[in-house]
Nanobody
Framework: QVQLVESGGGLVQPGGSLRLSCAVI????????IHWFRQVAGKAREGISC?????????YHSNSVKGRFTISTDSAKNTVYLQMNNVIPEDTAVYFC??????????????????WGQGTQVTVAS
């Protein structure tokens, strides 16, 4: 049973940086596309970044984070990262990673992913 484990959330000041991690446990990273979502209470999950499966490692970033967030991978650690730079208060949310076997970018409907992480809270405040 493949699991995704997120870490790296916390409190960060506006303009600061944070790096989230999504570790793939029990499976091979290259077999999965990895997608980052975020959710504010009472709102739908918003897809923000993704990394396609396989060797191509195609990436996608939504307009709301493009130029500030970067998705990357460390195959040796079976981990995908979301580097968040120049954060703003509107980035405050619970961040989730989701995986799809042999998936592509950008995003599927949220109920079609094979596996989800537990989520990590990011709070941007002074």
């Amino acid at each position: 049973q493949v699991q995704l484990v997120e870490s790296g959330g916390g409190l960060v000041q506006p303009g600061g940086s944070l790096r989230l991690s999504c570790a793939v446990i029990g499976g091979a990273l290259d077999d999965y596309s990895i997608h980052w979502f975020r959710q504010v209470a009472g709102k739908a999950r918003e897809g923000i970044s993704c990394l396609s499966s396989g060797d191509a490692h195609y990436t996608y970033h939504s307009n709301s984070v493009k130029g500030r967030f970067t998705i990357s991978t460390d195959s040796a650690k079976n981990t995908v990262y979301l580097q968040m730079n120049n954060v703003i208060p509107e980035d405050t949310a619970v961040y989730f990673c989701a995986g799809e076997v042999m998936g592509l970018c950008p995003f599927l409907p949220v109920d079609e992913y094979d596996v989800w992480g537990q989520g990590t809270q990011v709070t941007v405040a002074s």
